[in-house]
């Protein structure tokens, strides 16, 4: 395996009008931004991948994402919890609970 951890941020794009919203326009470009900054300023790039993920069917509960190989899924995800999350979940291998999802 060439990544030991894998973060995917949904950065979906739906029509203005549906019902669902997005997680492009409630942050999942910013989130995964943030979490490149992240990995590079921790010394992780290539052993952590902050990859830009299509639908993860969860877009009406705000901006999700998932982390493999732990299968940690987080919604209603702002910029502000990125570097949280970070912590506990990608160097903690731990799930942060007030954000926890299951899929």
Not at 26 to 42: P, S
Not at 43 to 52: D, P, Q, S, T
């Amino acid at each position: 395996m060439k990544y030991q951890k894998h973060i995917f941020i949904c950065v979906n794009e739906r029509n203005h009008g549906s019902p669902k919203g997005d997680c492009s326009r409630k942050g999942g470009q910013d989130i995964r931004l943030r979490f490149v900054q992240l990995i590079k300023e921790h010394g992780l790039k290539g052993i952590v991948r902050a990859n830009k993920s299509g639908c993860l069917d969860a877009c009406e509960m705000g901006a999700s994402i998932v982390i493999y190989p732990e299968g940690i899924w987080y919604t209603k995800v702002t910029l502000k919890d990125v570097d949280d999350i970070f912590k506990t979940s990608v160097l903690g291998n731990k799930t942060m609970e007030r954000l926890s999802s299951t899929q």
